[in-house]
């Protein structure tokens, strides 16, 4: 029986070394994202008594590889833009779900009203001209112009909390002129964690 299997389990590595690839049912992890358990076989040199291989002969044995690849979401597009303009990617993830809980993450032709961080259509077209966007009101455009326009708050402000808030506002407002609807988004948030990341801005700090 032990020989058998051996046997069986030698001639499926000799047709995943010549390309064929196996691969695990998707996955769905402990934080929402689907991702599959990838195993890919290779040949190699070595010696299978002291080595995790498989032996084909003498002198050639297959090492196994497993990888755990992540579908790509619009959580993942989000994070590159966020790093592009200096933004911190979790500072984003963050406004995302307080403003649409980021829905269908895997489908990049869903678009609701205004984005996933609701950016409102006088925003949008100041920035899609001057950003030179092209294809429209696109899921990854409103991604963009979002994250951009958070930055730009940033640089005013010199603080992710007052350029959250002007994101939302339009501009910087004491705390003590909050509403009760802004209180709630703001207090969502630990600023501690942001507001003590050193990042390249002017010197500007308007109230």
Request: with cysteine; charged share 25%; hydrophobic share 35%.
């Amino acid at each position: 029986m032990f020989v058998a299997m051996r046997v069986v389990a030698v001639i499926c590595c000799m047709l995943l070394a010549i390309g064929v690839r196996a691969q695990s049912q998707d996955t769905v992890l402990q934080n929402g994202r689907k991702a599959k358990f990838q195993i890919e076989v290779v040949p190699c040199d070595c010696d299978s008594s002291i080595h995790d291989s498989i032996a084909i002969s003498s002198n050639q044995c297959f090492d196994t590889s497993f990888v755990l690849v992540y579908y790509k979401s619009i959580l993942d597009i989000a994070d590159s833009l966020a790093l592009e303009f200096k933004v911190p990617p979790e500072l984003v993830y963050e406004i995302g779900m307080n403003e649409s809980r980021w829905l269908n993450i895997y489908d990049m032709d869903y678009v609701i009203k205004d984005g996933d961080l609701q950016v409102i259509d006088r925003t949008f077209n100041v920035f899609y001209k001057q950003l030179n966007l092209s294809g429209g009101k696109t899921r990854r455009n409103y991604l963009i112009i979002g994250i951009y326009y958070l930055r730009q708050n940033y640089e005013m402000y010199q603080s992710w909390r007052k350029a959250r808030y002007a994101y939302g506002r339009g501009r910087w407002r004491p705390e003590s002129e909050w509403t009760r609807l802004e209180r709630s988004f703001m207090n969502k948030i630990d600023w501690s964690k942001y507001d003590t990341i050193s990042t390249t801005s002017s010197d500007n700090t308007p109230e």
